[in-house]
Nanobody
Framework: QVQLVESGGGLVQAGGSLRLSCAASGRTFSSYDMGWFRQAPGKEREFVAAISWGGSITDYADSVKGRFTISRDNAKNTVFLQMNSLKPEDTAVYYC?????????????????WGQGTQVTVSS
């Protein structure tokens, strides 16, 4: 079992940057693919980015490509989301999630473990 705790959210002006962290418990962290999702009020949870268990493969939603970067440090059981050039439409609760390698990255139902979320608010 994996427990996930996000941190790093906050209030930032448009054009600014934030770095989210997701700390995982458990000795099997390196065997999971990791994803970031977000959910704005009144909207469905949407895929943001994902990274393979070894860190060599990543993918991003079109809306964040070129602005966000996902990375992981398996020695520290942590996954990161560097968010640059933030826009008001990036405002949401951001969640990290873990899944067994081989499942679809884009479907939240394929993730077995979730963090509690961290709020990101981008002001215009």
């Amino acid at each position: 079992q994996v427990q996930l705790v996000e941190s790093g959210g906050g209030l930032v002006q448009a054009g600014g940057s934030l770095r989210l962290s997701c700390a995982a418990s458990g000795r099997t962290f390196s065997s999971y693919d990791m994803g970031w999702f977000r959910q704005a009020p009144g909207k469905e949870r949407e895929f943001v980015a994902a990274i393979s268990w070894g860190g060599s493969i990543t993918d991003y939603a079109d809306s964040v490509k070129g602005r966000f970067t996902i990375s992981r440090d398996n020695a520290k059981n942590t996954v990161f989301l560097q968010m640059n050039s933030l826009k008001p439409e990036d405002t949401a609760v951001y969640y990290c999630a873990a899944q067994v390698h081989g499942s679809s990255w884009y479907d939240p139902l394929q993730y077995a473990y979730w963090g509690q979320g961290t709020q990101v608010t981008v002001s215009s």
